[in-house]
C-alpha cells in the first residue's frame, strides 16, 4: 500500500453556519472558524473539511452554489477565507473546500442564460427535455420531494434537478462544462488549498436515454441506477485527474451514494488516478425501511460487523476507505449508533470513537461529535429549517404514506438538522456559539455538554478523541494493518484485530447496555499485553474479559 500523508490523516468536518457565529448575527461564519482554529489544532486534527462557503440563496443551505469564485456574504469575505487559510496552515492544518459540481443553484448566471432560450450559448451546459405524454420527461423522483424534472415555460421544456428545484444538474457530457469546473477547481488549488470532498460526484454522469424508474411503492420511479456510477463518471474523473488534481499534492474524497465495493475501486484506486477515497453509505442506511431513511427503527449489530468488515477487506491493497459514523447530513452518531441517555452517552461516544478510529482508512470527525453532542430532539416541525426534512415531511404525510406524529419520530431520529444544531462551546447563553438567537434552535442540553467543560475534564469525549489522534500517528499498525472480524455472530460485541510487522492490536466493542463476556485470542493472554486506550478507568484483561455496559478496549503486542 503506498504511504501518503491523507492516509495518515484525521479530518474534521466543519458545517460553517452552525460553527462559531463571529459577528453576532445568528450566523456561524469564517471568522468564527479562524477564532477556533488553536481549538482544533489543539484536539489534533490535520485537515479541515469545510463545507460550502460560496455564493449561495442558501436553498440547501450553501449546496446550491451561485458563484463559485466568491464567499457568501453572510461567511464573510475573500480576504477573510485567506487569512484563515494562511493561519490554518501556520498551525499545520489543512483545508479541504467542499466542491459541488454535480449542479449548481438556479440562481447561478450559467442557469439564468441557459433558460433564456434554446439556442443560448449556456443552454446545453445543463439537461433540457421536451414533455413525454404531456408530463414530465420521465418518472425520477428528486430527492427532496416531487419530480426531479421542473417545467420552464419560457422555452415550454423540463430541466432535471436531482435534489431541489433550485438545483438544476449540470450537463458533464458537455466539455465546456468540464472545461469551466477544472478551471474553476485550478483557480482555487492556486489560492493554496489542499483538497476537495466532492458532492455526490457518483451522479455527474446520467444515462442519456433517461428511462423510467421502478416504482417501488413509492410516489415516482427509482431513477438511480441511471445516474449513479453513471457510464462516463471514470472517464470524467481521469479526466479532472489529468487536468487538475494531478498537478498537486491534495486530498480528496468523493462523496458517491450507491458506491458499490467494485466501483469504491475505480474511484478510489490505488493507482491515484481518481480519487483518494469515497463516502460510502451502507452503514449509514442500516435499518432504512420502505420510506428510506425515514424509520425510527435502530440498527441492527451484525449487519453493521458485516459492512463494516466488507469495507475494510475488500478495499485492503487496491482503495483507501473514509471512516465516519457522521456528517452534516446524518444524525448525530451517538444518538444513532451509541446510546446518549446521560448515563450512557459519554461511554458509549468513545466506544463508537474508537470503532473507526482503530480501523483502516482515514478518519472524519463531524464537529460536535468529539463532545458527543446528540440529537436536538425538536418536537414540532417549525423547529426544523432542512429543505430535504420540510419537503419530505409534506410529502409523505399529504400522501397518506405515514402520519405526522410518526414523521416526527423520524425527523428526531434521522432528520439532518440533528448535526445542524449550533457547536456548543460552553456553558454562556446560545452555547456561545453567539450572543444573539442562531438560524436554528441551541439543543438545549448545551448547558452540561460543551467544549468548554471537557477541556477542563481529562476523562472527557474531546480528550478521548484527542488521544485516539495521537495513536493513529505514534502506532503505524493503525494506519497501515491488516484487518479481521473476531468473534463474528457475538450478539453485543465488535471485535476485530489489526496486524502490521509482527505486532497486533485486538479492539473490543461492546455496543450494549449491559455486561458482556467475551473470550480473547490467545495471544493476548500474555503478560507483555499493554492496554492502549480504554472508556474506562481502569480494566481487568484475561482469557475471559467481561466488558461492562459500551466498554471499549485496545489491546497491544
Ligand atoms: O448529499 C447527497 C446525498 O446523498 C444526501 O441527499 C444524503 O444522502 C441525504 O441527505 C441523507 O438523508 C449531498 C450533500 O452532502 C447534501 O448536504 C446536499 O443536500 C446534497 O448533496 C445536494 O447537494
Ligand atoms: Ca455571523
Not at 67 to 90: N, W
Not at 131 to 157: H, I, L, R
Not at 372 to 386: P, R, S, W
Request: net charge negative; aromatic share 12%; glycine share 6%.
Amino acid at each position: 500500500m503506498k504511504k501518503k500523508w491523507w492516509k495518515e490523516s484525521v479530518v474534521y468536518q466543519i458545517y460553517p453556519r452552525s460553527f462559531k457565529d463571529s459577528n453576532n448575527d445568528g450566523i456561524g461564519d469564517i471568522n468564527g472558524i479562524n477564532e477556533k482554529l488553536e481549538y482544533l489544532k489543539e484536539l489534533g486534527v490535520d485537515v479541515l473539511w469545510i463545507s460550502p462557503i460560496y455564493d449561495s440563496p442558501c436553498d440547501d443551505n450553501g449546496y446550491d452554489i451561485s458563484d463559485y469564485r466568491a464567499i457568501l456574504k453572510a461567511f464573510g469575505t475573500m480576504e477573510d477565507f485567506d487569512s484563515m487559510l494562511k493561519r490554518a496552515h501556520r498551525l499545520g492544518m489543512k483545508v479541504m473546500m467542499d466542491l459541488v459540481v454535480n449542479h449548481t443553484s438556479d440562481e447561478h448566471n450559467w442557469f439564468i442564460e441557459s433558460r433564456k432560450s434554446k439556442d443560448n450559448p449556456y443552454r446545453d451546459y445543463y439537461i433540457w427535455k421536451t414533455s413525454k405524454q404531456g408530463g414530465e420527461p420521465n418518472n425520477w423522483g428528486a430527492s427532496f420531494g416531487g419530480s426531479a424534472w421542473e417545467y420552464d415555460e419560457k422555452t415550454d421544456m423540463y430541466y432535471l434537478h436531482l435534489f431541489s428545484k433550485k438545483q438544476p444538474d449540470l450537463n458533464w457530457e458537455n466539455q465546456k462544462v468540464r472545461d469551466e469546473v477544472f478551471d474553476m477547481m485550478d483557480w482555487w488549488c492556486q489560492k493554496g488549498i489542499d483538497g476537495f470532498r466532492m458532492d455526490v460526484i457518483s451522479m455527474i454522469s446520467k444515462d442519456q436515454s433517461f428511462p423510467d424508474g421502478k416504482l417501488n411503492g413509492g410516489l415516482y420511479g427509482n431513477g438511480s441506477p441511471y445516474y449513479m456510477n453513471g457510464p462516463r463518471v471514470h472517464e470524467y474523473l481521469q479526466e479532472m485527474n489529468q487536468r487538475v488534481l494531478s498537478k498537486y499534492d491534495l486530498v480528496t474524497v468523493g462523496e458517491a451514494a450507491g458506491v458499490t465495493i467494485e466501483e469504491a475501486k475505480k474511484y478510489a484506486n490505488e493507482d491515484g488516478t481518481e480519487l483518494n477515497m469515497v463516502f460510502q453509505f451502507e452503514h449509514v442506511s442500516i435499518g432504512d425501511g420502505k420510506l428510506g431513511k425515514w424509520t425510527t427503527k435502530k440498527f441492527d449489530l451484525q449487519e453493521l460487523k458485516k459492512v463494516m468488515t466488507k469495507w475494510q477487506i475488500e478495499l485492503s491493497g487496491k482503495a483507501w476507505n473514509s471512516l465516519y459514523l457522521c456528517n452534516h447530513d446524518q444524525p448525530r452518531s451517538v444518538s444513532r449508533f451509541g446510546d446518549d441517555r446521560a448515563e450512557y452517552r459519554e461511554v458509549s461516544a468513545k466506544m463508537l470513537a474508537t470503532c473507526i478510529h482503530m480501523m483502516q482508512g482515514t478518519p472524519y470527525i463531524y464537529q460536535g461529535e468529539e463532545l458527543g453532542m446528540t440529537n436536538a430532539y425538536f418536537d414540532k416541525i417549525e423547529d426544523y429549517k432542512d429543505i430535504e426534512t420540510l419537503n419530505i415531511f409534506e410529502e409523505l404525510t399529504s400522501a397518506g404514506l405515514i402520519s405526522e406524529v410518526e414523521m416526527m419520530k423520524c425527523i428526531q431520529a434521522r432528520g439532518r438538522d440533528n448535526a445542524r444544531t449550533p457547536m456548543q462551546w460552553d456553558d454562556s447563553e446560545n452555547a456561545g456559539f453567539s450572543t444573539i438567537k442562531p438560524w436554528i434552535g441551541v439543543n438545549k442540553n448545551y448547558t452540561t455538554i460543551n467544549a468548554a467543560e471537557q477541556m477542563r475534564r481529562e476523562d472527557s469525549v474531546f480528550h478521548y478523541y484527542q488521544k485516539l489522534i495521537q495513536l493513529r500517528k505514534e502506532y503505524a499498525i493503525i494506519p497501515n494493518g491488516t484487518y479481521c472480524l473476531i468473534e463474528e455472530s457475538h450478539p453485543q460485541i465488535f471485535s476485530y484485530t489489526r496486524e502490521y510487522q509482527n505486532r497486533k492490536l485486538l479492539v473490543l466493542l461492546n455496543f450494549t447496555d449491559k455486561d458482556s463476556q467475551i473470550t480473547i485470542p490467545e495471544e493476548f493472554r500474555n503478560k507483555y499485553v499493554i492496554c492502549l486506550i480504554s472508556n474506562y478507568k481502569e480494566q481487568s484483561i484475561s482469557k475471559d474479559i467481561l466488558l461492562r455496559p459500551y466498554e471499549a478496549m485496545v489491546l497491544y503486542i
